[in-house]
């Protein structure tokens, strides 16, 4: 069955570092992937969109990479600050199915000042 | 206010009641999904639309029931509440179902807590 891994322990980083959080998948091929930023409380934020033949993509401090040889998309914040503190999620879109999302579990970050 | 809102934020019921769960955009997006987040499960597509009038199941369907009769309304209903339906609530919705512009827009989300 499809399969999507985030790693499930907290990544606890220094302020002014770059985070780096992946997301693994399994029996599937999609064709774009996102990923999403969730605070306590609240519903989940889009913020990156990349396809399948983009290997990378950038948006202000924020870098994702796609690498559908590895099955494995890298998230990326440069000069981390604490409010980038949050649970961030990836979720694959499938040609087949492309209004439907497949989410990963989350990765929760926590930047230190 | 513009935007994707549900209600309750909160719900406390036992067992056995039925419960609805509501969805309201602003938006008038096409597509709408119902969620439930779990530890350990992250989000779980539960039903979806495509219109209004268009429903189908996602991965967790069973002990649910959507409508939709107008194209900013999605309300879910739990028939008969069961503990094990204790969760998060997250409705979405999306303009387009074309993979490029399938955007989810994510509502606040109702923490039901069945007794």
């Known amino acids: 069955s499809q399969k999507i891994e985030q790693n499930s322990e907290a990544l606890n980083i220094q302020e002014g570092k770059t985070a780096t959080l992946t997301c693994n998948y399994t029996?599937?091929?999609?064709?774009?992937l996102q990923w999403y930023r969730q605070d306590p409380g609240r519903g989940p934020v889009f913020l990156l969109l990349?396809?399948?033949?983009?290997k990378e993509k950038r948006k202000e401090r924020l870098k994702v990479t796609f690498d559908t040889t590895l099955k494995q998309s890298l998230f990326h914040i440069t000069a981390s600050q604490p409010a980038d503190s949050a649970t961030y999620l990836c979720?694959?879109?499938?040609?087949?199915?492309?209004?439907?999302?497949?989410f990963g579990s989350g990765t929760r970050l926590l930047v230190r000042p | 206010d513009a935007g994707i809102t549900q209600s309750p934020r909160y719900k406390i019921t036992e067992t056995g009641r039925q419960v609805t769960l509501m969805c309201h955009q602003t938006?008038?997006?096409?597509?709408m999904f119902w969620y439930r987040q779990d530890l350990g499960h992250g989000l779980r597509l539960i039903y979806y639309?495509?219109?209004?009038?268009?429903?189908d199941k996602g991965e967790v369907p069973d002990g649910y029931v959507v409508s939709r009769s107008k194209t900013e309304n999605f309300p879910l209903t739990l028939e008969s509440a069961t503990r094990s339906q204790t969760s998060v609530y997250f409705c979405?919705?999306?303009?387009?179902?074309?993979?490029?512009?399938?955007?989810?827009?994510f509502g606040a989300g109702t923490r039901l807590s069945v007794l």
């Open positions: 979405a919705s999306s303009e387009s179902g074309k993979p490029m512009y399938n955007i989810q827009y």
């Open positions: 029996n599937y091929s999609p064709a774009y």
């Open positions: 990349i396809r399948e033949n983009e």
């Open positions: 979720a694959l879109v499938g040609v087949d199915s492309s209004y439907k999302l497949i």
């Open positions: 938006w008038s997006h096409s597509y």
């Open positions: 639309s495509a219109a209004a009038d268009i429903t």
